[in-house]
């Protein structure tokens, strides 16, 4: 049975919102088997697709005694999700037969192809997915009597609307929406209302600071005590720009993080430091080359297994993204004993070797949003220099208060920050205020263009 917090709204100074939270890590072990076990003997049953793909590999459930043993399961890849909906449309394998009726339908950005369609039943939409988006907002303060605004427009994207309806549906706070109001018309309706949490992208939450100065208002002012951010690399991925939210706004910063396809991952406690939904998803950390476990808390490709969803269940999906890794045996000030999340280094594809080092859009993003000279827009691309070989260039805008006189300067200081951090010289290219794209939802920073 899966344990909820709905209870607990009823009081307020519950610190933990379930206890999955503070489960000693030996019984989370024996939890995380269990369910895997039965959602392995459930798909083998149910989903001709899974047991057509682990038949074709050679694995089948007696096979799995131990957690070790997950390595005999296949992988998971996004293009077989969409291929199943191509041909057995509209969901594919993400429908399991018999599962229905839908009551919510999620949907990938499509940004590296055709978005995948993700359904929900009550149960898995509520009472799984929203398990773990409530933690993320418990662990951030957000309880009955509060007031949030949750600034992106209302799409398919999942991250920001179980946020949304975990705030509203089981917390119990009130919850402002608007989807189409402009940037103004936010400011103007946070102060209004009296909104003291703001949820939204890390590019669009700094955004909006900006517009609020370019009209005047002091964010500082407008009473947002505490912030959550999701959509792409926060605060636990991105100290800078956690940092540069902090300032902003003058709020206390909160970072969640997850995929689509299975569930909220990770989320930020009081302390800064980001835990895992160990009793929803199992993760692993992988040698992009090998595929074979990195040691605790080293980088490596991040590989995500639902343990408790049952319309879509995703096994040993590869994410694509590059984690900084996780610390299994680490215990928190906070006093949870789910393992720490050391945040995301990159996509696979933002992340290009130059010289035998590797440089990530998150790398690179903290150097840029540590120097107060520069704007919060920049991009990287990958191109090829004169002589054929790799080379990383940096386009980054400065504060609008900078002279043109002391541009070049800010340009030098950009690329020796950035050469210390890589041990690469990069070409950093200093463009006007307002040059590169603003983005609302989640920003596409880098571009490659060897090709």
Known sequence: MLMTGVRQTTDINYKYWSPAEIMPHSE????????????INYLWEKSAFYREKWGKSGFCPDKLKSLEDIRHIPFLVKEEIRVSQEQNPPYGMMKIPGRGPFIRIGMTSGTTGEPVLIPFTEEDYFGVYCEGAVRSVWAAGIRKGDI?????????????????????????????????????????????????????TPTYILHL?????????????????????????????????????????????????GTQ?????????????????????????????????VAPGESGKLVVTDLVGKTHPCIRFETGDIVNGIESESLCKCGRTLSIFKGFRGRTGDIIKVRGVCVSVAGIENVIRGIKECSDNYEYLAVKNGTGMDQIK?????????????????????????????????????????TLPVYELKAKRFRDLRS
């Open 28 to 39: 989370m072990k024996k939890l995380q088997l269990r369910r895997l076990q039965e959602q």
């Open 148 to 200: 949030v605004h949750v600034a992106f427009g209302f799409t398919p994207f999942l991250g920001l609307a179980a946020s949304y309806d975990s705030c509203e549906h089981l917390v119990g706070a009130l919850v402002i929406p608007g989807g189409t109001w402009s940037s103004l018309m936010r400011l103007r309706m946070i102060k209004k209302l009296g909104v003291n949490v703001l949820m939204g």
């Open 209 to 257: 600071a900006k517009v609020a100065e370019e009209n005047g208002v002091d964010p500082r002012a407008l009473g947002v005590r505490a912030i959550c951010t999701g959509g792409e690399p926060g605060a636990m991925s991105i100290p800078n720009t956690g940092m540069r939210l902090e300032k902003a706004w003058g709020s206390k910063i909160f970072d969640f993080c």
């Open 261 to 293: 396809e299975t569930n909220y991952m990770a989320w930020m406690c009081d302390e800064g430091v980001g835990h895992i939904n160990e009793d929803l998803v199992y993760c692993e950390v992988l040698d992009p080359e090998t595929n074979e476990p």
């Open 394 to 434: 940096v386009r980054i805008e400065p504060q609008s208060d900078i002279s043109s006189e002391l541009w070049d300067d800010v340009r030098k200081k950009v690329a020796e920050s950035l050469q210390l951090a890589f041990m690469v010289n990069m070409d950093v290219e200093v463009v006007p205020p307002g």
